[in-house]
């Protein structure tokens, strides 16, 4: 398989953290992808398509796990 962004054939299988924007949260979800080692682009299968949106429910439903990691701030448009 080749990077359809670069072209390049440095593909890797890497343990990534995915964010997932949930309302003002966000929330890492360790997931296993193909990347390119040349320019970032992330591939997913579908398997690891279908955990991220079963994540995304079970947040909805509130029935996930999650530990506070850190905050998310944000440049006041003043600066
Ligand atoms: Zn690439």
């Not at 080692?37 to 970032?40: A, K, M, P």
């Given at each position: 398989m080749k990077c359809v962004i670069c072209n390049s054939e440095n593909l890797q299988k890497r343990e990534v953290e995915e964010k997932i924007k949930f309302g003002k949260d966000i929330v890492l979800v360790p997931v296993n992808v193909l990347a390119c080692?040349?320019?970032?682009e992330r591939y997913y299968d579908s398997k690891t398509l279908r955990k991220i949106e079963q994540i995304k429910a079970r947040l909805k439903q509130q029935n996930l796990e999650v530990e506070e990691v850190g905050r998310v701030l944000r440049v006041l448009a003043k600066n």
């Open positions: 080692l040349d320019c970032g």
